[in-house]
T-cell receptor, first 112, second 113 residues
Framework: RKEVEQDPGPFNVPEGATVAFNCTYSNSASQSFFWYRQDCRKEPKLLMSVYSSGNEDGRFTAQLNRASQYISLLIRDSKLSDSATYLCVVNSGGGSQGNLIFGKGTKLSVKP | SAVISQKPSRDICQRGTSLTIQCQVDSQVTMMFWYRQQPGQSLTLIATANQGSEATYESGFVIDKFPISRPNLTFSTLTVSNMSPEDSSIYLC??????????FGPGTRLTVL
């Protein structure tokens, strides 16, 4: 089983749609969870951390289910500018601060 | 978040040569990392650049191929040695902020002919 698995997409949605991305991770010792956004030919940028209680930042909602080792990202009222690849990221656990494991990403394309 | 710059932003190199990539951060950071992103793939950690000691390499990466320097808390270099076309990739440095959040430099796009 891969360490972090995501549906590669692409997800092609119209403006204003709601879209959800899912991610599973294999290391039950992981303690930190993130969604990053990567635009074409750019570096990944942190979109949001994911907390156990779930968290929201504007149109973006992230949820974590530790029992199922599952993370989700919901984007409401999608904009053209949301088109990017969304990377699910977890740390490797065991107290390691830096070792992040990246999923391959889910590509989102928002159309007018 | 820290401001991170990398040099060069891109390069085209001949096989068998070496390239040194620089990473500069605008503030002192304890932990710096080097990642590789091969075409169509996600990021893979190469090594942790430790200040004052040897870098810590991940499985599949060795010091002879990817020597790393970390002379102070704001700067690091990664050298890609004896390059082959398989080394064509984007190389990114990153630093850790609060709560394990990592911030990336703009990357160095390397093409090996």
């Amino acid at each position: 089983r891969k360490e972090v698995e995501q549906d590669p997409g692409p997800f092609n949605v119209p403006e204003g749609a709601t879209v959800a991305f899912n991610c599973t991770y294999s290391n039950s010792a992981s303690q930190s969870f993130f969604w990053y956004r990567q635009d074409c030919r750019k570096e990944p940028k942190l979109l949001m951390s994911v907390y156990s209680s779930g968290n929201e930042d504007g149109r973006f909602t992230a949820q974590l289910n530790r029992a199922s080792q599952y993370i989700s990202l919901l984007i409401r009222d999608s904009k053209l500018s949301d088109s990017a690849t969304y990377l699910c990221v977890v740390n490797s656990g065991g107290g390691s601060q830096g070792n992040l494991i990246f999923g391959k990403g889910t590509k989102l394309s928002v159309k007018p | 978040s820290a401001v991170i710059s990398q040099k060069p932003s891109r390069d085209i190199c001949q096989r068998g040569t070496s390239l040194t990539i620089q990473c500069q951060v605008d503030s002192q950071v304890t932990m710096m990392f080097w990642y590789r992103q091969q075409p169509g793939q996600s990021l893979t950690l190469i090594a942790t650049a430790n200040q004052g000691s040897e870098a810590t390499y991940e499985s599949g990466f060795v010091i002879d191929k990817f020597p790393i320097s970390r002379p102070n808390l704001t700067f690091s270099t990664l050298t890609v040695s004896n390059m082959s076309p398989e080394d064509s990739s984007i190389y990114l440095c990153s630093v850790v902020g609060v709560r394990d959040r990592q911030f990336f430099g703009p990357g160095t796009r390397l093409t090996v002919l």
